[in-house]
């Protein structure tokens, strides 16, 4: 395995019981895939294909049928505080103020830390996602956006050494989505933050992501491809769309969502599971025929 | 605007309290010529006899509230306690009773909340036993307690058990999933999460049971106490049933409710404290 892997995913499957008596259905199988320290990779695929089961299996609340799930060289069998995870539906506890659902996990990462630290190490990341002010104030008193940048301080709060979130803004409004994005863009390299992120939003993934992956459609869904973002790093949401790299890209993404990921499913696919193909969508080359390297270790 | 409404319904109230005790004085006021009748048999009768009806007056009842108010504490005997004694007695009971059956209630709801194998090992027990009369226990209870007021305390704690073990059962097993997961990941202790995440989430509907039986067990003792006797309530009640004075049954039946609404009240205060918004 590559050293650099910080996070690695082998030979994943995950089935659950059919009803009465037929056949257990296979959501996703014989899946491979790997984030280096520092990356930010991003998962798309249509419902149905398992994503946020995957997510929960590599935030260890869910277990595979069949693989593993490898975390800096060691098999991870449960949850852990080394990976943090947004949920998409924030997961706040009503009844605990912001500083207060903070503190919760700041407090179970370190337990014999005085009041005052972590109070304090709490303020560190409230003012990091721009809450200040709304220390004191319940969920039922913050908007989708403020829950969800709550949610994203929780989980950077504990330092893990990776950051798994779950469409984390699919229930904001494009606004809101577009300015968190921006911060978590921001944060993430500020804090070289290892991150893993399951999106269905194509340009979410292009602002965001080093590396996409995509899945075919489920059940038995697989990785059908890997594509490297050929978008330069410091990408804004507002001069990304500028680049030449942008619209082969996007087609390119586009292009499987809407058809090959269906079409993919049925047929065999010709690859080691291992090592899916790796595409370099770009200008240069015709947006049909994107570079495919054969191969290329994922 | 709220304000108005609320004054709206406070002057509504008014009217139809003293339409009520306007209704009543006019009813039962006595009236009319004496019939015809044996002196003795009249004198026997009372009131009735001179055309008016043994139901107390509004004015009765105020001036006999009044008399229990000013002096609630006096004790002349077995048969003759103040209302203060005697509520004092039921109350004691109830809160007995209602605090040992959440003491059992809430810990054993925990556990079948959180672990389905106990929920369908322990639920046919609880549909039987469930809709008991909890006056159907008395004789068990007299025969091997042995004692009435104890007894009387086994048959609140029997009546208010139910409605918080299923409330706090209900309430544990359908805390949000996300809510654990977030403790899950964050590798919470089982005790921790118990305490910080299962407790708060559920106590708005644990304390809905909680309101729920103490309102059963202020309705259960006043029968239970007809029924031993002795002291509370329920015994004053049947015991002024027992020196026709129906003066003093309508006052009890008031104090009665008055006690009820204030535990009520007071459950609704502290669940207010755990009650949270989404």
New interface residues.
Partial sequence: MDPNNLIAVEGLARSFPGPKGAEPVTVFEDLWFAAARGEFVCLIGHSGCGKSTIL?IL???DQPSEGAVIVDGKEATG???D???V?Q?H?L???MTTIQNIA??VR??WPEWPRAKIREHCQTYIDMVHLTGAEDK???HLSGGMRQRVGIARALA?EPRIMLLDEPFSALDALTRGSLQDEVLDICAKTNQTTFMITHDIDEALLLADRILLMTNGPRARIAEIVVNTLPKGRTRTDMHRHDNYYPLRNHLIEFLVRRSEALREMVLDVDPRKPPVVFPRADCSAQTPAVVHGATA | MNGSKDLQALTLSVVLLALFLGGWQLAVGGSGTAPQMDPEYAALMGATAKGGSALPTPFDIAKEMWRHISDPFYDKGPNDKGIGIQLAYSLARVLIGYFIAAAVAIPLGFLIGMSPLFYKALDPFIQILKPISPLAWMPLALYTIKDSGVSSVFVIFICSIWPMLLNTAFGVASVRRDWLNVAKTLEVGRLRTAFRVILPAAAPTIMTGMRISIAIAWLVIVAAEMLVGGTGVGYFVWNEWNNLSITNVICAILFIGLVGMVLDQALYQFSKLVTYSE
Avoid: D, Y
Wanted: proline content about 12%; glycine content about 4%.
């Fill in positions: 929960n935030a260890g609340i949850p852990s505080l990976r943090a995870v949920f539906s997961a506890m009503p009844w919760f996990a179970s990462r319940k969920p039922a504990i």
